[in-house]
């Protein structure tokens, strides 16, 4: 069983940048397809960017695509979500998820593909 802690997440400016980090214990990231994801207030749990256990494919959600960019440090069992050119829009609570068990080159999008959630960080942008 992998654990999942994300951190990075704060209060920034439109135009700003942020990028969050999901750190993995228990189990090496290296055997984990990870996902990132969030949820606005009022709103459905949207689907933001994700990697496969390679690290050679990835996908991102519509709305951040060409803004976001995901990443993996296997040496630090680590996964990074860049976020460029931040808007109120993208207020939400981020979460990360793993799935064991992946194929190595598929990036996942349903959340119902994963098994293991973080906790979540609240990234906040003022206009």
């Known amino acids: 069983q992998v654990q999942l802690v994300e951190s990075g997440g704060g209060l920034v400016q439109a135009g700003d940048s942020l990028r969050l980090s999901c750190a993995a214990s228990?189990?090496?990231?290296?055997?984990?397809?990870v996902g990132w994801f969030r949820q606005a207030p009022g709103k459905e749990r949207e689907f933001v960017a994700s990697?496969?256990?390679?690290?050679?494919?990835?996908k991102y959600g519509d709305s951040v695509r060409g803004r976001f960019t995901i990443s993996g440090d296997n040496a630090k069992n680590t996964v990074y979500l860049q976020m460029n050119s931040l808007t109120p829009v993208d207020t939400a609570v981020y979460y990360c998820?793993?799935?064991?068990?992946?194929?190595?080159?598929?990036?996942?999008?349903?959340?119902?593909?994963?098994?293991?959630w973080g906790q979540g960080t609240q990234v906040t942008v003022s206009s």
């Open positions: 998820a793993a799935r064991a068990h992946p194929f190595s080159y598929v990036a996942y999008e349903a959340s119902s593909a994963y098994n293991y």
């Open positions: 228990g189990r090496t990231f290296s055997n984990y397809a």
């Open positions: 990697i496969s256990r390679s690290g050679k494919s990835t």
